[in-house]
């Protein structure tokens, strides 16, 4: 009977081996290793959408002096959304909220290297997330109250 364990790791190195082929190593560590997975509590502003494919991402934001000082994010994506979700975090973060509200699905696609175009809508649900986090952060500010009936 042959080893299954070498079975099963000659089947991941030919996974892994066609991953590559068609991923950055940006894209594959951040599916691989996640940046600022999770969801804060208590977020200054917060996004959570569905995208065409049915993945759902949310993301939080702390702001401190107008500037996103924290970002987090969580999915039930696919690899790539999980990746794009993790780059788009590092991409706001340390941000202005003028200059994170210029993020665009062109930007994190530069960014994270390219992706086939397959699979260039979850960029597009990163930034799309992000600036519904950053238009509920705005909206709080001028009506503090609406925090209180969010669905975080």
Known sequence: MPDIRKIADKIQAEIMAEVRKKYSIKVIENWQHPKNWGIMNNPDG????????????EISIRVKANTIAKCTFD??????????????TEMAAGKSIRQAKLITQETVLR??????EEDRHCALLAV????????????????PWKKLYRKV
């Open 46 to 57: 917060y996004g959570k959408i569905t995208g065409p494919c049915g993945d759902m991402m």
């Open 75 to 88: 999915t039930d994506g696919c690899g790539t959304t999980i990746a794009c979700g993790s780059i788009i």
């Open 111 to 116: 960014f994270c290297g390219g992706l086939p």
């Open 128 to 143: 799309n997330t992000l600036q519904e986090a950053i238009r509920d952060y705005e909206g709080t500010q001028d009506e």
